[in-house]
């Protein structure tokens, strides 16, 4: 199992829908979670952090973690063609390095 | 803020030269940084960890003598490419945090090596 799993892409929404994106992890205690955004050819860009169980929103992004199902996610509200990228989910396991999943790729259509 | 910068963005370099690349970060003291390679539609793989003043910590398959790691201060970290090979042909990426490996990691922009 890897450490952390992202859903499938791609992922296609229309210009002003909601994109939700999911992520799962395997390692119970870990206690950092990041979204990154990346577009195509640049490096990773951090999006949010979230360490407490509940909604954290910022602008249009909001990420929801439940640590007991091992789950996090962010939604994407009114979705532009700028936010076409991939999304990549990252966990701290532990106090060593961030584990990534293998990103997820939204296409925003206008 | 935490803005981190690479050096260069790009590298054109025949086969057997070696290669440096320069990863700083401008606005703040890192206490890790990290080193990635990602081949062409592929995800992130962390090639190393290093901390300032210490050796630098590398992934299972990632070659120590070809991939050399200095983390001089709290700002500069260089990733050395010796010998490089068409096969090393990749974006580089590094990353800076800074309360340490677990923490929010801040990328630069990425050096792209083209081994010819």
């Known amino acids: 199992q890897k450490e952390v799993e992202q859903n499938s892409g791609p992922l296609s929404v229309p210009e002003g829908a909601i994109a939700s994106l999911n992520c799962t992890y395997s390692d119970r205690v870990s206690q950092s979670f990041f979204w990154y955004r990346q577009y195509s050819g640049k490096s990773p860009e951090l999006i949010m952090s979230i360490y407490s169980n509940g909604d954290k929103e910022d602008g249009r992004f909001t990420a929801q973690l439940n640590k007991a199902s091992q789950y996090v996610s962010l939604l994407i509200r009114d979705s532009q063609p700028s936010d076409s990228a991939t999304y990549l989910c990252?966990?701290?396991?532990?106090?060593?390095?961030?584990?990534f999943g293998a990103g997820t790729t939204v296409t925003v259509r206008a | 803020g935490a803005v981190v910068s690479q050096h260069p963005s790009w590298v054109i370099c025949k086969s057997g030269t070696s290669v440096k690349i320069e990863c700083r970060s401008l606005?703040?003291?890192?206490?890790?940084m990290f080193w990635y390679r990602q081949f062409p539609k592929q995800s992130l793989m962390l090639m190393a960890t290093s901390n300032e003043g210490s050796k630098a910590t590398y992934e299972q398959g990632v070659e120590k003598d070809k991939f050399l790691i200095n983390h001089a201060s709290l700002t500069l970290s260089t990733l050395t490419v010796t010998s490089a090979h068409p096969e090393d042909s990749s974006f580089y990426i590094c990353?800076?945090?800074?309360?340490?490996?677990?923490?929010?990691?801040?990328f630069g922009p990425g050096t792209r090596l083209t081994v010819l």
């Open positions: 606005d703040f003291q890192a206490t890790t």
């Open positions: 990353s800076a945090s800074i309360r340490g490996p677990g923490d929010t990691q801040y």
């Open positions: 990252a966990v701290n396991p532990n106090d060593y390095k961030l584990s």
